[in-house]
């Protein structure tokens, strides 16, 4: 059972796991530091609780940790309980959700073994934002998709910022590298997949005229500006687009990803796609 263990003061280097996360050059959440994955919320701490990556700590008010009494029923981890003020000295800032986990990060999945049993993957290139990578990963939990690939330019999807907004479900979706970029994308070919490159440009097909039952997709997604490069595009075995309507010319990543996991996944379980 966790240990509960009441700590007064900020500097207390039992609280180095969550110490100065508004530091640039200290944070524990980067690769290029500790690499501790954290979690903020009740919620996102019961998900990285349930995961498989190794928790070290909690720290939080009193009130959060008891809200956490089950989740660590049987686990013999220490939960640190303080003050707001604490805290607030403690990570850099005033935390309005009251507890915080950190952990340590688990080994990655090897991409053949990811391959082997994915029906439909998200391949991205260029996502360097944390908030659009923490939205896409929720919206692939939510819609299932089973597995994240993650090209050149992508940011660190267990990054703090990513992990909250991604609701802790970065912590289950599994990821992993694609080196050699786009000829990686081979890879996926090998394995059975048919690659998609999602392009809002007026040549691309419709998602709905794209037939993808029974089959196993790899739908590529690119960053939020400038989308996928021609090269990404081009090594695709087809460019595909969510159709627009009163002059918009593009979705935020996130957003259109979601459209098209949910498109594609329906297509696959015999839904909504329509032979093209």
């Known amino acids: ?115 082997a049993t994915a029906r439909t993957i ?25 597995a994240v690939l993650l090209g050149p330019g992508c940011s660190d999807p267990l990054y703090r910022r990513s992990v909250r907004v991604s609701m802790g479900h970065v912590l289950a979706v599994p990821f992993a590298p694609l080196h050699d970029w786009p000829a990686g994308l081979d890879l996926l070919r090998a394995a059975g997949f048919r690659v998609l490159a999602l392009t809002p440009r007026a040549d691309a097909v419709p998602l709905s005229e794209v037939a993808v039952g029974g089959e196993r997709v790899a739908l590529l997604l690119g960053s939020e500006g400038p989308g996928l490069t021609e ?3 081009a090594a695709a075995d087809a460019a595909v687009r969510i159709p627009m309507s009163r002059a918009v010319d593009s979705l935020n990543v996130a957003t259109a990803g ?19």
Not at 48 to 53: C, E, P, T
Not at 258 to 276: D, H, K, N, P, S
């Open 231 to 233: 090269a990404a595009i």
């Open 258 to 276: 979601a459209v098209a996991f949910y498109a594609l996944t329906e297509g696959a379980r015999g839904g909504t796609a329509r032979q093209g």
């Open 122 to 146: 998200a391949v991205l290139e260029g996502v360097g934002d944390h908030e659009n990578l923490g939205a896409l990963f929720r919206n692939a939990a939510a819609l299932g998709v089973d």
């Open 1 to 115: 059972m966790a240990q509960v263990i009441e700590v007064a003061d900020p500097a207390d280097p039992r609280l180095d796991d969550f110490r100065d996360l508004t530091t640039a050059d200290r944070r524990p959440d980067r690769p290029g530091g500790r690499g501790l994955v954290i979690a903020e919320g009740v919620v996102v701490v019961q998900r990285l609780l349930a995961s498989r990556y190794p928790v070290r700590a909690l720290l939080g008010v009193p009130r959060r940790i008891e809200a956490l009494a089950p989740d660590l029923a049987d686990r013999d981890i220490p939960a640190y309980a303080t003050s707001a003020e604490v805290m607030a000295e403690t990570v850099g800032f005033h935390l309005n959700r009251g507890v915080l986990a950190a952990a340590d990060r688990a080994a990655p999945v090897p991409l053949p073994d990811l391959l």
